[in-house]
């Protein structure tokens, strides 16, 4: 049995506390936030509090709250040599008072509160700076269904960056096929069944061995026509620093 | 019963012969290629013919050949006023020669020979001259279980267009986020899930309110990590142009 205290009430802390909840061999011992408000309604099936004071003892205290807040709360936790992790993708494992033993479970998954999250779809990355925490909490992410990866500093921070490209600058990406589509009056939705394909294509072959296209093939006559479809000029410069980057991704002709 | 001839072997075509042979309200009369080397495996299923003089009588032609070719196929074809379309996003409706009707059916879609498609998942956009062919078009894409939708020449175009943005460049943001993750020795495949969540997040959810991450949060301190730890100043320029186009489109500072 693996005892856990949350801090936090936000995205994470709370659908971790879902699962651990519902997971046998964990016990969540309590569950922390600055304001019970978010928490209040889940009193009946934990111990709840709003005093770090008042915080019982646990094998692992996970510090799912803002990346700002993560060093300060850490130096304000009334107790030593318990094993604190953060759940970030970029704060550093020394941000955290060395008062306690120190490790990351950075879930790279993106959470809403809303959406429903099936943890084995969310590889958790683990650093520790002791070996022997490193079990512990992989055997906490192995319990949720989880496939696990032991990382260190560098590679969370690479992973977090390249998560912006993969997630935030691809979402993005979309946004701008809804705006030129809509502009004209067609419907983002014929859209959909291609954005679903091409996430689906790179699951089982590299991007690399993926990528098809008018730049790929250097189809110059189809780039100046898109160029020219193209009304907003923030748009044309995507448009262009993208074919760039697959042109010589793929070893054809500078623009 | 709808009566089709197919021309071309490629991505497209095959695919379209495989869902047509096995749909009970579709006959495919005849498959023509230039050369027969790639259809001579089907000649015990479909006739097959590598000479234009010898095409059958159908109630529409299906030119889905190299864009480049489109034209002049369609020049050559020894026959007048039957309904003849072809499968390009990009290629105007009046390039194929107007003595027969015309028409696009544009599958909006990746296509490539290896992998299995369900046409279910495969938007048909459908473009005529005449009405009444319309009609006998969006009867062949629903006998084959596809949504369709009736569109015009700069809906098709810019349907095109915003394809290229959520399907070939937002794989190549895949492939950066490779690149990004191997140089640390970091492994591409812990992104998997989340490139999943993306693409799905944006089929119930507008991408304008599906964005997240620290360009909309106008995160500056995660934002110039994230600058620094990119080595390649091609992924520094895209990381920068795609920042600045979440911040213009969500109404924070302009970089
Ligand atoms: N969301 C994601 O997709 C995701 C994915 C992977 C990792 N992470 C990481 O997980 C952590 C939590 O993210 P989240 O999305 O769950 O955040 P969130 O939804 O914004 O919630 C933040 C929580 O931190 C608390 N908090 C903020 N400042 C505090 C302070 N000074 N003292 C005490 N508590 C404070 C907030 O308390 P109140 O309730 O009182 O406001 C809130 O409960 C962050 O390190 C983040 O980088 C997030
Ligand atoms: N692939 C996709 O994802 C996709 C998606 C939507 C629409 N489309 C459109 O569908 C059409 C076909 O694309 P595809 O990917 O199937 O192409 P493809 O795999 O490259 O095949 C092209 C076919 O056209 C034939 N061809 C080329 N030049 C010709 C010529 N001068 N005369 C006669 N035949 C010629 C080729 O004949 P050989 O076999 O003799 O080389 C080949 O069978 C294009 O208009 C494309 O824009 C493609």
């Known amino acids: 049995m693996i005892s856990v205290v949350i801090l936090g009430a936000g995205n994470v802390a709370t659908h971790l506390f879902k699962v651990f909840n519902k997971t046998e061999n964990i016990t969540v011992r309590q569950w922390f936030n600055r304001n019970l408000k978010p ?3 889940y009193k009946n099936s934990v111990s709840i509090t709003d005093k770090l004071e008042a ?3 646990a094998d692992v205290y996970i510090l799912a709250v803002s990346d700002d807040a993560i060093a300060g709360i850490s130096s304000q936790l009334p107790f030593e040599n318990r094993l604190i992790v953060h759940t970030s993708g970029c704060v550093n494992i020394h941000d955290m008072d060395k008062k306690n033993r120190r490790g990351v479970l950075y879930p790279l998954q993106t959470f809403s509160k809303a959406a429903t999250i099936d943890f084995s779809n969310v590889p958790i990355c683990i650093e520790t700076l002791d070996k022997k925490d490193y079990h512990l909490l992989k055997h906490l992410a192995v319990s949720i269904g989880s496939p696990t990866k032991r990382i260190n500093t560098n590679q969370r921070k690479v992973l977090h960056l ?3 490209f993969v997630n935030n600058f691809t979402n993005q990406l979309y946004r701008i096929g809804h705006e030129i589509t809509e502009s004209e009056g067609a419907e983002f939705d014929l859209l959909k069944p291609l954005i679903i394909e091409t996430a689906k294509k790179v699951q089982t072959m590299s991007p690399y061995m993926a990528q098809t296209g008018p730049a790929k093939r250097n189809d110059q006559k189809t780039i100046k026509n898109h160029l020219s479809l ?6 044309k410069d995507i448009y262009n620093l993208l074919t760039q980057a697959i042109q010589r991704t793929h070893g054809r002709k500078k623009l």
């Not at 193209?230 to 748009?235: A, D, R, S, V, W």
Request: no cysteine; aromatic share 0%; proline share 0%.
């Open 39 to 41: 928490i209040d309604q």
């Open 55 to 57: 915080l019982k003892d």
């Open 162 to 164: 390249a998560a912006v």
């Open 230 to 235: 193209l009304e907003n000029n923030h748009h």
